[in-house]
């Protein structure tokens, strides 16, 4: 069993930055890829950025790229989403999720931290 959760979520100025992490704990396995989605109000959930845990591979949503970067920290299990040029259509809940090993599907969900961008 894998447990997520996700802290550094704010609200912050548009043009501003957050970093949001996501710490890991118990059996955590290096061969899980994390990922981070959001979902705003009367939105659907999206994609918006993932990493192998092992390796840089790494892709992120076209509305996101060049302004987020996805990394992690293998020592401390924890993965982190720094965010700048923060705009207020980035509003939403983070979700940090790790995809399960053998069904290759993102079963592991952390409880979500609030990011709110003003104008």
């Known amino acids: 069993q894998v447990r997520l959760v996700e802290s550094g979520g704010g609200l912050v100025q548009a043009g501003g930055s957050l970093r949001l992490s996501c710490a890991a704990s118990?059996?955590?396995?290096?061969?899980?890829?994390m990922g981070w989605f959001r979902q705003a109000p009367g939105k659907e959930r999206e994609f918006v950025a993932d990493l192998t845990w092992s390796g840089d591979s790494t892709a992120y949503a076209d509305s996101v790229k060049d302004r987020f970067t996805v990394s992690r920290d293998n020592t401390k299990n924890t993965v982190y989403l720094q965010m700048n040029s923060l705009k207020p259509e980035d509003t939403a809940v983070y979700y940090c999720a790790a995809k399960n090993i053998v069904t290759l599907r993102y079963d592991f969900w952390g409880q979500g931290t609030q990011v709110t961008v003003s104008s």
């Open positions: 118990g059996r955590t396995f290096s061969r899980n890829t």
